[in-house]
T-cell receptor
């Protein structure tokens, strides 16, 4: 079975500083990895995904993530955080052999301080 | 939230009543999904459907039922057998079973 760990409940960062949201995963075989963002009382918005190829994936709104197979990690990053980036961020993983079954982490609340 | 609509946005139910949540998509996606979100627990898969007239149980299907009679519609019924139904319910769809899932705006169900 696949699983995701997002070790920090909340990430606080000053506006303009780099933002990192951590994600580690466990899956049998090769992973499909995703990041989503959720604003209060809204659905999830897709940010980016890793399927294969370059380990550095670029996504929406200036976000990027780096796939590290040896560390089973897929950390989300943004060089300069905005107050509008304050939201709940979810990492998700599925096995390439069973892509319907996404396993989500518990989410990280990001607070960007003006 | 794209072309996926969920209704109603808020729903209140008395204990012992069944209730049906609507999910419609105009994206021509083959696959559709239902998730439940509880605070601090992330999302959990209830049911999914890869094609019309076919669906499979997810991780927490007990107390729920679905149908997929049309490609664009995937309604979820929360039955009285669901012991703790108060939650935020999210519908998603994808072009195929192997593609990115896109989410609707959600329905917040509260049992009174």
């Amino acid at each position: 079975a696949q699983s995701v760990a997002q070790p920090e409940d909340q990430v606080n960062v000053a506006e303009g500083n780099p933002l990192t949201v951590k994600c580690t995963y466990s899956v049998s075989g090769n992973p499909y990895l995703f990041w989503y963002v959720q604003y209060p009382n809204r659905g999830l918005q897709f940010l980016l995904k890793y399927i294969t190829g370059d380990n550095l994936v670029k996504g929406s709104y200036g976000f990027e993530a780096e796939f590290n197979k040896s560390q089973t990690s897929f950390h989300l990053k943004k060089p300069s955080a905005l107050v509008s980036d304050s939201a709940l961020y979810f990492c998700a993983v599925s096995a390439t052999s069973f892509v319907n079954r996404l396993a989500f982490g518990k989410g990280n609340q990001v607070v960007v301080i003006p | 939230d794209g072309g996926i609509t969920q209704s109603p946005k808020y729903l209140f139910r008395k204990e012992g009543q069944n209730v049906t949540l609507s999910c419609e998509q105009n994206l021509n996606h083959d696959a559709m999904y239902w998730y439940r979100q509880d605070p601090g627990q992330g999302l959990r898969l209830i049911y999914y459907s890869q094609i019309v007239n076919d669906f499979q149980k997810g991780d927490i299907a007990e107390g729920y039922s679905v149908s997929r009679e049309k490609k664009e519609s995937f309604p979820l019924t929360v039955t009285s057998a669901q012991k703790n139904p108060t939650a935020f319910y999210l519908c998603a769809s994808s072009i195929s079973a192997t593609d990115t899932q896109y989410f609707g705006p959600g329905t917040r169900l509260t049992v009174l």
